[in-house]
């Protein structure tokens, strides 16, 4: 009798360890990575913090309302190029994103007042991008003393804001 209730035992056992396995196989291809799932071409906005260079801290440039969210994704065949809102644009004198290793101009895409929307290519979204910026501050908005620093940022992009 006990050898019938073992037997018994590792067939259901093993009916549900190949239940298991037959729901996985079923439904593993419909759960995708949305970091390597490429996007339809078309034109999306996306959120974004602007960290200080090397934390997980956002920087005065995301804080201080020098940029202005969401961005604008643009998606063509699998690549990406990223719109950004400069709203402090005269204080903003130079906008550089690291491309293979080296910091490159941003494309001016227009402009208007003070603010200027910048477009720049990023080869995966789910990576930090540096970006190199110059912030001059005129003596009138500093009490007396010029502002004029230069700074890396880190762009990081949240996936799931995607719309």
């Given at each position: 009798?006990?050898?019938?209730?073992?037997?018994?035992?590792?067939k259901?056992?093993?009916?549900?360890?190949?239940?298991?396995?037959?729901?996985?196989?079923?439904?593993?291809?419909?759960?995708?990575?949305?970091?390597?799932?490429?996007?339809?071409?078309?034109?999306?906005?996306?959120?974004?913090?602007?960290?200080?260079?090397?934390?997980?801290?956002?920087?005065?440039m995301?804080?201080?309302?020098?940029?202005?969210?969401?961005?604008?994704?643009?998606?063509?065949?699998?690549?990406?190029?990223?719109?950004v809102?400069i709203?402090?644009s005269?204080?903003?004198?130079?906008?550089?994103?690291?491309?293979?290793?080296?910091?490159?101009?941003?494309?001016v895409?227009?402009?208007?007042?003070?603010?200027?929307?910048?477009?720049?290519?990023?080869?995966?979204?789910?990576?930090?991008?540096?970006?190199?910026?110059?912030?001059?501050?005129?003596?009138?908005?500093t009490?007396?003393v010029?502002?004029?620093?230069?700074?890396?940022?880190?762009f990081?992009?949240?996936?799931?804001?995607?719309?």
């Amino acid at each position: 009798m006990n050898m019938i209730m073992n037997r018994m035992n590792l067939k259901k056992v093993m009916l549900t360890v190949l239940m298991a396995a037959l729901v996985f196989v079923v439904l593993a291809p419909f759960s995708t990575n949305k970091a390597n799932a490429a996007l339809p071409n078309g034109t999306y906005t996306i959120d974004y913090t602007v960290y200080k260079d090397g934390t997980t801290s956002p920087s005065y440039m995301d804080t201080g309302g020098y940029v202005a969210k969401p961005a604008t994704l643009i998606a063509a065949n699998g690549q990406y190029k990223v719109r950004v809102t400069i709203t402090k644009s005269a204080w903003v004198t130079e906008f550089k994103t690291q491309q293979n290793g080296q910091y490159v101009n941003a494309t001016v895409v227009s402009t208007s007042g003070d603010t200027r929307v910048v477009e720049f290519p990023v080869s995966d979204l789910s990576a930090l991008l540096n970006a190199k910026l110059h912030v001059s501050v005129p003596k009138e908005y500093t009490g007396g003393v010029p502002y004029d620093h230069d700074y890396i940022v880190q762009f990081v992009f949240d996936e799931d804001t995607i719309n």
